[in-house]
Every structure is written in structure tokens, then in C-alpha cells.
């Protein structure tokens, strides 16, 4: 008989995420940070985001101003540079942290993103100082808004996000008897229980992968099917 407890409830984004502790006896438990899902297309994305303000930093040391405008597209593409490359490495490519536990009655996971305590804060500043800057530039020269008005619309849209940000714990868990298919991706590192529509994701060390399949095949089906290949999230 599976024994649970029930230790705590939290609402992430007008959902209920409770941790239900497994009480069987631990057979494995790590911690390790890992992106969520493939990094190759979003990257890209940001790649070519990346290309706005530095047009606009080129454009205002080649353009043809009038009354010294130039200097504000240098400062709007110079901390737009900053601003999306810090958006791009601290909030895109920001990692997981994923803290595992497998019992003998199946396994549970607690996980959170790899931030700071005072992250939160920090996101709500940036936010402002986004805003603050495209307004101010929008009142020296109101032809500022059509140069703008992506930008204008992108720092709107993530103050919104930002300031409502939190950087809360979210679990999920499974038993042994949940899933008749498992995935393994030795690339990301990854071992991917299946059964439509329920997913449990495991990121494992490279050198604890094989360890992890021989524990969980103990208390798998024996019908379970066991695939190597990438595992598309």
C-alpha cells in the first residue's frame, strides 16, 4: 500500500501544486540544475532579438541627426544591448533547479528556478528603469514612438510579468506502477517516464544515469519499454 503525507500546498500561477512526501524507504536523492526544455531554438530567437538595438547603436553613429539627437540612440541601443543580454542569459537560459527523491514506492521532485532571494525586487527595478528610460526618450523627440513602439511594447509587457514574479517551489511525483514507457536522453542528461498524457522528467548526472536505470528497473513493470534517444519536450 502506497503511504503519503501531505506537508504542503502552494497556488502557482492559478494552479495548486501540493507535496505529497513518499514514505517508503530512500533508494536515491540528488539535486541538480538543468534547463527545462532544448536551448537551440530559443537561443536563436534571442540571437535575433539581439539585432534591434544594435541597429539602433549603429544607426546613431551613421545616421544623419538633427539637434544632437543622436546621443539617445546611442544610449537606447547601448542599454537595449545590456538590457537583452541580460533578459537573454539571467531569464531564457536561466536553469532549474530540480531536487529529486526515488523510493521504493515511486519518486518525488521539488523544483524552483535558479535565482537569487532578491531576484524578485532586482525584476521590478529593471522593469521601472525600462519604462523610465523609453518614456524619457519619448519626450525629447515624440518621433522616438515609432522607432519605439516594439520596444515600447516588449518593456510594458515584461514590467507587467516582472512585477507580479515569484520565485515559488513548484512539485510533482509518480509511482512505480504510473508508466509502461521510458525515454533516455544521455545527451540532455534526461530520463523521461511516458504514459498519455502523464510525464515525469528525471535529470540525472551523466555518470549516475546508468545507476538510476538499474534502480528504477527493479521496481518497474516488466512490461516497461526502455528507448535511447532525444526526447523532444
Same mark, same amino acid.
Given at each position: ?54 541597429? @539602433?547603436? !549603429? ?5 544623419? =541627426?538633427?539637434?544632437?539627437? #543622436? ?6 541601443? /547601448? %542599454? ?71 520596444? @515600447?511594447? !516588449? ?5 507587467? =510579468?516582472?512585477?507580479?514574479? #515569484? ?6 511525483? /509518480? %509511482? ?58
Amino acid at each position: 500500500m502506497v503511504e503519503l503525507s501531505e506537508n504542503e500546498t502552494q497556488d502557482v500561477d492559478g494552479q495548486e501544486h501540493v507535496k505529497l512526501v513518499l514514505k517508503g524507504a530512500t533508494l536515491m536523492s540528488w539535486t541538480i540544475k538543468a534547463h527545462p526544455f532544448p536551448m537551440l531554438l530559443l537561443d536563436a530567437v534571442m540571437a535575433i532579438g539581439t539585432l534591434f538595438p544594435i541597429g @539602433l547603436l !549603429i544607426y546613431s553613429y551613421v545616421g544623419e =541627426f538633427t539637434n544632437d539627437v #543622436e546621443i539617445y540612440w546611442r544610449v537606447l541601443g /547601448f %542599454f537595449g544591448i545590456l538590457i537583452w543580454l541580460f533578459l537573454w542569459l539571467r531569464g531564457a537560459r536561466q536553469k532549474t533547479v530540480y531536487k529529486y527523491r526515488i523510493t521504493d514506492q515511486g519518486g518525488e521532485l521539488e523544483y524552483w528556478e535558479d535565482y537569487p532571494e532578491n531576484m524578485g525586487a532586482f525584476f521590478k527595478w529593471l522593469s521601472g528603469i525600462s519604462l523610465f528610460i523609453v518614456i524619457c526618450l519619448i519626450a525629447v523627440d515624440p518621433a522616438f514612438v515609432w522607432g519605439l513602439a516594439g520596444p @515600447l511594447g !516588449i518593456a510594458v509587457t515584461g514590467a507587467k =510579468f516582472f512585477l507580479k514574479w #515569484e520565485n515559488k517551489k513548484k512539485y510533482n511525483w /509518480f %509511482f512505480w506502477d504510473d508508466f509502461d514507457h521510458v525515454i533516455i536522453d544521455r545527451k540532455r542528461n534526461v530520463v523521461v517516464f511516458l504514459d498519455h498524457p502523464l510525464v515525469f522528467e528525471a535529470f540525472v548526472e551523466k555518470n549516475k544515469i546508468d545507476r538510476y536505470l538499474e534502480t528504477i528497473r527493479t521496481y518497474m513493470s516488466s512490461n516497461t519499454r526502455y528507448v535511447e534517444g532525444n526526447w523532444k519536450n
